[in-house]
C-alpha cells in the first residue's frame, strides 16, 4: 500500500488546529432503528460541512511554493470542490474547480464563495475530470484530485484515528465509497490501530463501480441518483487495492434506503446530512441482519443537502409511514356533500391539507362527482381506519400513490 499509518499520522498534525476533531457520539435512537449499537462520527460539521477538508487541506499544504503561485484546480460534485476553496484562500494559492452541470446549486454557490473559479461541464464528475484534465495541461496547474491522490488518502484517514480513540471496541466501519480515498484512508487507519475491526463500504446502487470491479460484475452505471457527492464512475487506482485488501463487503444501497436515512439524521439526530452523508446508515437500513448487535461507527461525511430536496425527503418519508395519506372518493354532486365528509374526517381525527374536486372525467356520472383529498393521520394504523371508516360510509376510497417506494 502507497499509503501508511505513519503517512496517516503525519497528516494528523498537518490538519491540527486547522481542521475540526468532530464530535463522535452515541445514537441511541439509530440504534434502536436499525438494531445495531450506532456510534456517529459527526463530520457534517466541519467548515465546509464535509469531511473532505482533511484530505484537501493536507494535499495543499504539501505544495512547492511555484506550485502554490501557479494555483491548483481539481474536479468535483461538490465537497471536495468546497474544501479545495476554503483552504487554498487560506493558503493564498489560486483555485479553480471543474463541477458538473447537475451539482446543486447549493453547493455551486458554496464554492464559489470561497474565492474559486466554477467551471461547470458534463453530466458527472467523470465529464467533468475530463474538462478539469485540459484545464490543468493549458494552465500548468496542480491537480488536487478528490480522491486518488496519496496526501488525500492519508488526510481522510484521520477520521478513523479520531473515532477509535473515542470509542476504541467497535466491531465495524461503515463507510460511504464513491472514489474511494474515504474508505482507503480510514481502512488503513482503523486496521493498523484494531486489527479485528471490520470495514464495510457502500455505494448507491446507480453508482456500483468499486461493487463491479471486485466482483468482475457488470452492473450498469449512472443515473440520477440523492447520493451525488459518491456518484463516480471510475475506480481509483490508488483506492481499489486497498479496498480490495481491507474492506470485507460493498454493499449497494437504493434510493428509497438513501431517503430513510436522510430523514432518519434530520428528524432523529437532529443534524442534516446529504445523501452520500447518510449512505451508512442507508445500508444499516438496507440490511439490517447483517449489523444487528454490533458496534458500528458510522461517518455522517457531508451535510451539504439542497434545502428544496430535503423538504421534499421528509414529505416522502412521511407518506411512507402513512402519516400523509392522499385517496380518492366517489361522491354525489349535491350541495353540502363536502361539508359532511369535512366533518367525518374531523370526528374520525384526520387532518385535511388539500382537496380537489373532480367534475369533468369521464369516468365520472354525470350526477357524481370524485374528491381527492389529502390529510394527515397520527400512523399507519389510523390511517387504515379513516379508510375503513369512509368505505362502510358508501364513498368507495381509493389510495393515491399508494405502495410506491
Not at 9 to 31: F, K, N, Q, W, Y
Not at 118 to 142: F, H, N, P, T
Not at 382 to 400: C, F, K, T
Request: proline share 5%; net charge neutral.
Amino acid at each position: 500500500m502507497t499509503v501508511t499509518i505513519a503517512d496517516i499520522e503525519e497528516a494528523r498534525r498537518v490538519i491540527a488546529g486547522r481542521v475540526l476533531r468532530t464530535p463522535m457520539l452515541p445514537a441511541p435512537r439509530l440504534s434502536a432503528l436499525t438494531g445495531a449499537e450506532v456510534f456517529v462520527k459527526y463530520e457534517n460539521l466541519q467548515v465546509t460541512n464535509s469531511f473532505k477538508d482533511r484530505g484537501a487541506l493536507v494535499k495543499l499544504a504539501s505544495l512547492t511554493a511555484a506550485e502554490r503561485a501557479r494555483g491548483v484546480i481539481a474536479m468535483s460534485a461538490g465537497n471536495h470542490a468546497q474544501s479545495v476553496a476554503y483552504h487554498a484562500a487560506h493558503l493564498g494559492i489560486p483555485a479553480t474547480i471543474v463541477m458538473p452541470v447537475t451539482t446543486p446549486f447549493v453547493k455551486v454557490a458554496a464554492t464559489r464563495s470561497h474565492g474559486a473559479e466554477v467551471v461547470l461541464d458534463g453530466q458527472s464528475v467523470a465529464d467533468a475530470q475530463a474538462r478539469c484534465e485540459i484545464i490543468q495541461k493549458e494552465r500548468g496547474l496542480a491537480l488536487v484530485h478528490p480522491y486518488d491522490d496519496e496526501k488525500v488518502i492519508a488526510g481522510q484517514g484521520t477520521i478513523a484515528l479520531e473515532m477509535l480513540e473515542e470509542v476504541g471496541d467497535l466491531d465495524q466501519l461503515v463507510i460511504p465509497i464513491g472514489g474511494g480515498g474515504l474508505i482507503a484512508g480510514n481502512a488503513i487507519a482503523a486496521r493498523a490501530v484494531s486489527p479485528k475491526i471490520e470495514i464495510v463500504g457502500v455505494e448507491a446502487m446507480l453508482y456500483p463501480s468499486v461493487w463491479n470491479a471486485l466482483e468482475h460484475g457488470n452492473r450498469p452505471i449512472g443515473g440520477p441518483t440523492l447520493a451525488e457527492g459518491i456518484a463516480v464512475k471510475n475506480v481509483g487506482k490508488l483506492t481499489l487495492p486497498v479496498i480490495r485488501e481491507l474492506v470485507s463487503d460493498v454493499i449497494l444501497v437504493d434510493e428509497a434506503h438513501l431517503e430513510r436515512a436522510v430523514n432518519a439524521y434530520v428528524t432523529l439526530q437532529k443534524t442534516m446530512a446529504e445523501g452520500a452523508g447518510a449512505a451508512g446508515l442507508a445500508a444499516l437500513l438496507a440490511e439490517p441482519a447483517r449489523f444487528r448487535g454490533k458496534r458500528v461507527g458510522l461517518i455522517l461525511c457531508g451535510g451539504n443537502i439542497d434545502p428544496r430536496i430535503l423538504a421534499s425527503i421528509m414529505v416522502r418519508e412521511l407518506e411512507r409511514e402513512a402519516r400523509i395519506v392522499s385517496f380518492r372518493l366517489a361522491i354525489p354532486d349535491q350541495p353540502g356533500v363536502l361539508g359532511i365528509i369535512a366533518t367525518r374526517l374531523g370526528e374520525l381525527g384526520a387532518n385535511i391539507l388539500e382537496v380537489e374536486h373532480r367534475r369533468l372525467l369521464l369516468d365520472v356520472p354525470a350526477k357524481g362527482a370524485k374528491l381527492d383529498v389529502t390529510i394527515e393521520t397520527r400512523d399507519a394504523k389510523h390511517a387504515a381506519e379513516i379508510m375503513a371508516a369512509l368505505a362502510a360510509d358508501g364513498y368507495e376510497p381509493v389510495r393515491l400513490g399508494h405502495g410506491v417506494a
